[in-house]
């Protein structure tokens, strides 16, 4: 079993930025692919980045060249660094590691864009 924990999630302004982390209990959050996901009240959940275990990114249309998508093996942590900031990234951001064979979601953080 792994477990997913977010942070980084609050308030920001139009234009400026937050940067989400997601911690894995375990050492086989390595070889899987993470993803971020988000889910805007009233909308499905949508696929915002991913990285591949190798380093992989592909990131959604929308926030292409504002947000960056990392990842820190050694600390089993991914990250969602997030600049130029909407009001329409105001959504409850989730982590998800694919392992193929499993697939593990973390509690999810609020990310709020508002003036």
């Known amino acids: 079993q792994v477990q997913l924990v977010e942070s980084g999630g609050g308030l920001a302004q139009p234009g400026g930025s937050l940067r989400l982390s997601c911690a894995a209990s375990?050492?086989?959050?390595?070889?899987?692919?993470l993803n971020w996901y988000r889910q805007a009240p009233g909308a499905q959940r949508e696929l915002v980045a991913a990285?591949?275990?190798?380093?992989?990114?592909s990131y959604a249309d929308a926030v292409k060249g504002r947000f960056t998508i990392s990842r820190e093996n050694a600390k089993n942590t991914a990250y969602l660094q997030m600049n130029s900031l909407k009001p329409e990234d105001t959504a409850a951001y989730y982590c998800?590691?694919?392992?193929?064979?499993?697939?593990?979601w973390g509690q999810g953080t609020q990310v709020t864009v508002s003036s």
């Open positions: 998800n590691l694919d392992l193929l064979t499993a697939s593990y």
């Open positions: 375990g050492s086989i959050f390595r070889v899987g692919r």
């Open positions: 990285i591949t275990s190798g380093g992989s990114t």
